[in-house]
């Protein structure tokens, strides 16, 4: 969505390639990019319906293009996939089923998720993360205000400030007994790093398109 973690998606997705297959390889892909202000405007006017048609021509797109698999590079416009899946023969590696599965094979049980008020508040993703075998915590309603503006109004403007990351900090050292913490936002992993933290961080956007590599492969 943001072409922040879009970047941040292709290195990786390339560099991992690299790492496993060797020599001058790298991932054969096609990307579509969509105009973020319009996405970002539609989601906080409540016009999920508009902004489905974007992503389903999108993803149109990709499937024209010849494709395999579609990864969306955001967590919070999984909200839509169930209506997306019904216009799209191609089949979609889930970002929360992603990170479920790497939570799992590290045997946590109970994880805070971060990411927008889409993603913290619905059920579209915490039911994915909990069908797993997984406990899932949000923080607060002020906390989760902070999370989101910070996303919006810095992150996905690749605006990143030691203020937000202090506060950021705070609210995951809020909570005492969890595993893990979920960077369930694709640009959160710009801000909070493994190194900052003694529990451990599961950032999505790694996690996606590293599992993305080995769909491929």
């Known amino acids: ?41 539609l989601q906080h006017a409540d016009k999920w319906e508009e902004a489905t048609d ?28 169930p209506q997306i899946s ?7 590696l889930h970002i929360a089923e ?5 939570i799992n094979a590290n045997n ?17 993703y915490k039911q994915k993360i909990a069908e797993a075998g997984i406990e899932v915590v949000v923080p607060n309603i002020e906390d989760m205000e902070l999370v989101h503006k910070v996303i919006y109004g810095e992150l996905c403007l690749g605006s990143v400030k030691d ?13 005492k007994d969890i595993d893990g913490v979920i960077l369930g936002c694709t ?10 933290l003694d529990i451990k961080v599961y950032d999505t956007t790694i996690i996606h398109a590293k599992e993305a590599v080995r769909m491929a492969l």
């Open 98 to 102: 992603a990170t479920a599965k790497e």
């Open 163 to 175: 203020s937000s990351k202090d506060a950021f900090l705070k609210i995951i050292k809020r909570f």
């Open 54 to 81: 974007i992503l389903i021509k999108a993803c149109q797109n990709l499937q024209k293009g010849g494709a395999d698999f579609i990864v969306i590079c955001t967590n919070t416009m999984h909200k839509l996939l």
């Open 187 to 196: 640009e959160i992993g710009s801000l909070i790093k493994q190194s900052d």
């Open 1 to 41: 969505m943001s072409w922040e973690s879009s970047a941040t998606y292709y290195e990786i997705i390339n560099r991992y390639s690299n790492s496993i297959l060797g020599s001058q390889n790298n991932a054969k892909s096609i990307m579509v990019t969509v105009n973020f202000d319009e996405i970002e405007k």
């Open 108 to 124: 946590h049980k109970k994880v805070l998720l971060l990411g927008t008020k889409f993603t913290m508040q619905e059920d579209f």
């Open 86 to 92: 019904l216009h799209v023969e191609l089949p979609f």
